[in-house]
C-alpha cells in the first residue's frame, strides 16, 4: 500500500499543529518553507511565535499521539487516523448487532463502513473530522448501550436516574467530540433527544404509567451533570493554552481589564474572547475555493475534494505510459452513497408508518451530521466533511439490505431471489470499491486509467 510522502491538502496545517503541541503545548508558527523541511526530516521549523487557530486542540493532539509514537513523518501524523478507522469499522458493526440484532446486517453495515472511499481517505490522511467522527459515534453506542441498560434496570426494579454510567461516557465522548471541531454540538442535541425518546420508548414497551413525564423528569435531573461534564472536559482539552504565558490571545484580558465578564478570572476571559474571534471566523468563511461543495450535494458525492493530484511524464516516477497520474480524492462509492441516500429516505418512512425507534435514531444521527451545514449556504465548505454522516448512511443501508433479506424462516424461491439481489449489490460495491481504489490512495496510474474514473466532470 503506497504512502504519500507529503503534507496532504489540510495536513499542511494540523500535521504542524500536532508536533507545535507536543513541543510547546500550544499551536506555534512556522516558516514558509516549512513542509519541504519536514519532509526532508528537520524539525527546527517553528518561529516560536504563537499561531492563531480556529479549531480547538484535542483532534490534534490525537495527531500528536501518532507523531510521538512514530514521529514527525507521514506515517506519523497519519497513524492514529487509521486506527480510529479501524475502530469505526468495529463500532458500526457492533452498534448494527444491538440495533438489529441480526448477525448478517451488521456484517454489511461493517463491510460498507470499511470498503468505502470516504472513509478508506480518511484513515489515511490528518484531518479532524475523522476524529469527529469516531468521535460521535462512540457516543451514539454508548447511548444504545444506555437504552439496553436501562431497559434491565426497569425490569429489575432498579432503576436510579442518577446511575448512568453510559451517558456519562457520552458526555465524555462529546466534549472530546466539541473540542476536535464545533460542529460536535449538534451531536450533542440530537444524542440528547435520542437519550429522552429511547427511555419514552422503554417505558411504553414495559407498560409503565406517565412514560413521557418521568423520562423527562430523568433527562432534567441529569442535565447538570451532564453540562459539568462536557464544560470541564472540553476546558480540560486546552490546557497546554491555559498553562502558557505566550500563547495566542491568552494574556488578553490583561491587555483589557475592563472587557469580557468581569466575575471571571482572566484565563477564562481569554479563553472566552479566543472562542468569540474564532466563532466569527468560522461564520464569515465565504472566501471561494476551488473544491468548495453546497452540503444538499453532499449525499450524492457530486463535488468530491481531490487532497492530492501530481501528474508525470513516460519515464518519471516510473511512469510507463504517456503520461501518468497519482491522486487522493475523497470520494465515496457510489453505489454506498446513492443507494445509501435512498436508504436514508426509507428509514424515514419506516419511521412514520411503523414508529420503527432504530430507523428514528439512525436519521436523527444523520441529520446531527448534515442538517446543520445546510444553515450556512453562503460559508466555504468541503463533501469530506460528510465522513460523520457515513456511519449513519450505512446503517441505514444495511438495514435495508436487511430488510430484503427478511427473516430466515421465509425460505424458498422468493428468498433466493433476495438473497441474489442482496449479493449482487454487495458483491458490485466490493468491486466498485477495488476499482477506484487507485485514486482513493494515490496510487500511480496511467492518465486514461484516471480519467475513466471522472464519471462527472463535477469530480474533477
Same mark, same amino acid.
Given at each position: 500500500?503506497?504512502?504519500?510522502?507529503?503534507?496532504?491538502?489540510?495536513?499542511?496545517?494540523?500535521?504542524?499543529?500536532?508536533?507545535?503541541?507536543?513541543?510547546?503545548?500550544?499551536?506555534?508558527?512556522?516558516?514558509?518553507?516549512?513542509?519541504?523541511?519536514?519532509?526532508?526530516?528537520?524539525?527546527? $521549523?517553528?518561529? =516560536?511565535? %504563537?499561531?492563531? /487557530?480556529?479549531?480547538?486542540?484535542?483532534?490534534?493532539? /490525537?495527531?500528536?499521539?501518532?507523531?510521538?509514537?512514530?514521529?514527525?513523518?507521514?506515517?506519523?501524523?497519519?497513524?492514529?487516523?487509521?486506527?480510529? =478507522?479501524?475502530?469505526? $469499522?468495529?463500532?458500526?458493526?457492533?452498534?448494527?448487532?444491538?440495533?438489529?440484532?441480526?448477525?448478517?446486517?451488521?456484517?454489511?453495515?461493517?463491510?460498507?463502513?470499511?470498503?468505502?472511499?470516504?472513509?478508506?481517505?480518511?484513515?489515511?490522511?490528518?484531518?479532524?473530522?475523522?476524529?469527529?467522527?469516531?468521535?460521535? #459515534?462512540?457516543?451514539?453506542?454508548?447511548? $444504545?448501550?444506555?437504552?439496553?441498560?436501562?431497559?434491565?434496570?426497569?425490569?429489575?426494579?432498579?432503576?436510579?436516574?442518577?446511575?448512568? %454510567?453510559?451517558?456519562?461516557?457520552?458526555?465524555?465522548?462529546?466534549?472530546?467530540?466539541?473540542?476536535?471541531?464545533?460542529?460536535?454540538?449538534?451531536?450533542?442535541?440530537g444524542i440528547g433527544l435520542l437519550v429522552i425518546f429511547f427511555?419514552?420508548?422503554?417505558?411504553?414497551?414495559?407498560?409503565? !404509567?406517565?412514560?413521557?413525564?418521568?423520562?423527562?423528569?430523568?433527562? @432534567?435531573?441529569?442535565?447538570?451533570?451532564?453540562?459539568?461534564?462536557?464544560?470541564?472536559?472540553?476546558?480540560?482539552?486546552?490546557?497546554?493554552?491555559?498553562?502558557?504565558?505566550? &500563547?495566542?490571545?491568552?494574556?488578553?484580558?490583561?491587555?483589557?481589564?475592563?472587557?469580557?465578564?468581569?466575575?471571571?478570572?482572566? $484565563?477564562?476571559?481569554?479563553?472566552?474572547?479566543?472562542?468569540?474571534?474564532?466563532? &466569527?471566523?468560522?461564520?464569515?468563511? !465565504?472566501?471561494?475555493?476551488?473544491?468548495?461543495?453546497?452540503?444538499?450535494?453532499?449525499?450524492?458525492?457530486?463535488?468530491?475534494?481531490?487532497?492530492?493530484?501530481?501528474?508525470?511524464?513516460?519515464?518519471?516516477?516510473?511512469?510507463?505510459?504517456?503520461?501518468?497520474?497519482?491522486?487522493?480524492?475523497?470520494? =465515496?462509492?457510489?453505489?454506498?452513497?446513492?443507494?445509501?441516500?435512498?436508504?436514508?429516505?426509507?428509514?424515514?418512512?419506516?419511521?412514520? !408508518?411503523?414508529?420503527?425507534?432504530?430507523? @428514528?435514531?439512525?436519521? /436523527?444521527?444523520?441529520?446531527?451530521?448534515?442538517?446543520?451545514?445546510?444553515?450556512?449556504?453562503?460559508?466555504?465548505?468541503?463533501?469530506?466533511?460528510?465522513?460523520?454522516?457515513?456511519?449513519?448512511?450505512?446503517? &441505514?443501508?444495511?438495514?435495508?439490505?436487511?430488510?430484503? #433479506?427478511?427473516?430466515?424462516?421465509?425460505? =424458498?424461491? !422468493?428468498?433466493?431471489k433476495r438473497a441474489l439481489l442482496v449479493g449482487v449489490y454487495?458483491?458490485?460495491?466490493?468491486?466498485?470499491?477495488?476499482?477506484?481504489?487507485?485514486?482513493?490512495?494515490?496510487?500511480?496510474?496511467?492518465?486514461?486509467?484516471?480519467?475513466?474514473?471522472?464519471?462527472?466532470?463535477?469530480?474533477?
Amino acid at each position: 500500500m503506497k504512502l504519500i510522502r507529503s503534507l496532504v491538502f489540510d495536513e499542511t496545517y494540523y500535521a504542524k499543529d500536532a508536533w507545535s503541541l507536543l513541543k510547546y503545548g500550544y499551536e506555534v508558527d512556522t516558516v514558509k518553507d516549512a513542509n519541504e523541511k519536514i519532509l526532508a526530516g528537520m524539525t527546527d $521549523v517553528f518561529t =516560536g511565535n %504563537p499561531s492563531y /487557530v480556529v479549531h480547538p486542540p484535542f483532534g490534534k493532539w /490525537v495527531i500528536a499521539a501518532g507523531e510521538q509514537m512514530f514521529g514527525w513523518n507521514p506515517y506519523g501524523w497519519r497513524f492514529m487516523m487509521a486506527v480510529l =478507522g479501524v475502530g469505526a $469499522v468495529i463500532l458500526v458493526h457492533r452498534v448494527a448487532l444491538r440495533l438489529f440484532n441480526h448477525n448478517l446486517t451488521a456484517f454489511l453495515a461493517g463491510l460498507f463502513m470499511a470498503i468505502d472511499g470516504m472513509a478508506i481517505v480518511h484513515s489515511r490522511t490528518a484531518l479532524l473530522d475523522q476524529t469527529l467522527m469516531f468521535l460521535t #459515534l462512540a457516543a451514539f453506542v454508548a447511548i $444504545v448501550m444506555d437504552r439496553d441498560f436501562v431497559k434491565q434496570r426497569l425490569e429489575q426494579n432498579r432503576f436510579n436516574s442518577f446511575y448512568r %454510567p453510559w451517558i456519562y461516557l457520552a458526555a465524555i465522548l462529546l466534549a472530546l467530540a466539541c473540542a476536535t471541531k464545533w460542529s460536535g454540538v449538534w451531536f450533542v442535541i440530537g444524542i440528547g433527544l435520542l437519550v429522552i425518546f429511547f427511555e419514552v420508548r422503554t417505558r411504553i414497551g414495559l407498560g409503565k !404509567t406517565f412514560p413521557v413525564k418521568t423520562s423527562v423528569v430523568s433527562a @432534567l435531573k441529569l442535565l447538570p451533570i451532564v453540562v459539568v461534564i462536557l464544560l470541564t472536559v472540553y476546558t480540560a482539552t486546552w490546557y497546554g493554552w491555559i498553562i502558557s504565558d505566550v &500563547a495566542y490571545n491568552r494574556n488578553w484580558a490583561a491587555a483589557n481589564p475592563k472587557e469580557g465578564l468581569q466575575f471571571l478570572p482572566e $484565563v477564562l476571559r481569554s479563553l472566552i474572547h479566543y472562542h468569540q474571534t474564532a466563532f &466569527a471566523f468560522h461564520t464569515n468563511l !465565504t472566501t471561494s475555493h476551488s473544491y468548495q461543495s453546497n452540503p444538499w450535494s453532499w449525499p450524492l458525492n457530486l463535488r468530491p475534494t481531490s487532497f492530492y493530484y501530481e501528474e508525470f511524464a513516460q519515464g518519471v516516477r516510473g511512469c510507463g505510459s504517456e503520461k501518468c497520474a497519482e491522486e487522493v480524492v475523497a470520494l =465515496g462509492n457510489p453505489l454506498i452513497w446513492w443507494a445509501a441516500t435512498l436508504a436514508i429516505l426509507q428509514q424515514i418512512w419506516l419511521w412514520f !408508518t411503523k414508529r420503527d425507534s432504530r430507523a @428514528l435514531a439512525i436519521v /436523527v444521527m444523520f441529520l446531527a451530521a448534515w442538517a446543520p451545514w445546510l444553515l450556512f449556504q453562503q460559508r466555504t465548505v468541503f463533501s469530506f466533511y460528510a465522513i460523520v454522516m457515513l456511519p449513519y448512511m450505512v446503517l &441505514a443501508l444495511a438495514s435495508v439490505c436487511g430488510q430484503i #433479506l427478511g427473516p430466515v424462516v421465509n425460505s =424458498g424461491k !422468493t428468498r433466493a431471489k433476495r438473497a441474489l439481489l442482496v449479493g449482487v449489490y454487495v458483491t458490485s460495491t466490493v468491486l466498485l470499491s477495488a476499482f477506484f481504489y487507485p485514486i482513493w490512495t494515490g496510487e500511480l496510474i496511467p492518465k486514461w486509467y484516471w480519467q475513466i474514473h471522472m464519471w462527472f466532470g463535477s469530480w474533477i
